[in-house]
T-cell receptor
Framework: KAGVTQTPRYLIKTRGQQVTLSCSPI?????VSWYQQTPGQGLQFLFE???????NKGNFPGRFSGRQFSNSRSEMNVSTLELGDSALYLC?????????????FGPGTRLLVL | GESVGLHLPTLSVQEGDNSIINCAYS??????FIWYKQESGKGPQFIID?????DKRQGQRVTVLLNKTVKHLSLQIAATQPGDSAVYFC???????????FGQGTRLTINP
């Protein structure tokens, strides 16, 4: 079974631009979560989607948004990019049969904001 | 609390020795805990998990111990191999929430 895939793997943007990152979960997985990883702050939870609904949200500004499609694929968008948004953005999926379950991570999208 | 980062604790062990990586978690309401391994340029890879109704769980060469009294989690890796070199993260999941709060990570280096 294929793992979590993320596209693109690398991205360079300039301040003020916006960016959309894509995540395809493991087949059959219905929950998709997004995390930001930086050297200074480590791994931080952004949001989680299940059945096209955002169920949990971390402490990030409204510039960070996401959505999930009916096939469980998810996208996250960052508008008005800032230098501090440079990070590795990780997507994770889990089966979700009712209790917390293992989240499996993709390779991430490395975003550099200039 | 959220992960702090910047200066990762490091642990160096000789190949073939056992290693123990420790983690303190913050939320007494967390009831699910996971250890991940992250190699350079890759996403975190699941190693082992444990629920709050257990104290110990074993996998292949790995054991996780949970002490809820002092909110402490540890990962034991037996007979370490060069491929075990990586950054190891513990993560906790608050009850009822499908979200992970990560520790700052520990860099494990296996010396030949």
């Amino acid at each position: 079974k294929a793992g979590v895939t993320q596209t693109p793997r690398y991205l360079i943007k300039t301040r003020g631009q916006q960016v959309t990152l894509s995540c395809s979960p493991i087949s059959g997985h219905r929950s998709v979560s997004w995390y930001q990883q930086t050297p200074g702050q480590g791994l931080q939870f952004l949001f989680e989607y299940f059945s096209e609904t955002q169920r949990n949200k971390g402490n990030f500004p409204g510039r960070f948004s996401g959505r999930q499609f009916s096939n469980s694929r998810s996208e996250m968008n960052v508008s008005t990019l800032e230098l501090g948004d440079s990070a590795l953005y990780l997507c994770a999926s889990s089966l979700m049969t009712g209790v917390q379950e293992t989240q499996y991570f993709g390779p991430g999208t490395r975003l550099l904001v200039l | 609390g959220e992960s702090v980062g910047l200066h990762l604790p490091t642990l160096s062990v000789q190949e073939g020795d056992n290693s123990i990586i420790n983690c303190a978690y913050s939320n007494s309401a967390s009831d699910y805990f996971i250890w991940y391994k992250q190699e350079s340029g890759k996403g975190p890879q699941f190693i082992i998990d444990i629920r709050s109704n257990m104290d110990k769980r074993q996998g292949q060469r790995v054991t996780v111990l949970l002490n809820k009294t002092v909110k402490h989690l540890s990962l034991q890796i037996a007979a370490t191999q060069p491929g075990d070199s990586a950054v190891y993260f513990c993560a906790e999941s608050p009850q009822g929430a499908q979200k992970l709060v990560f520790g700052q990570g520990t860099r494990l280096t296996i010396n030949p």
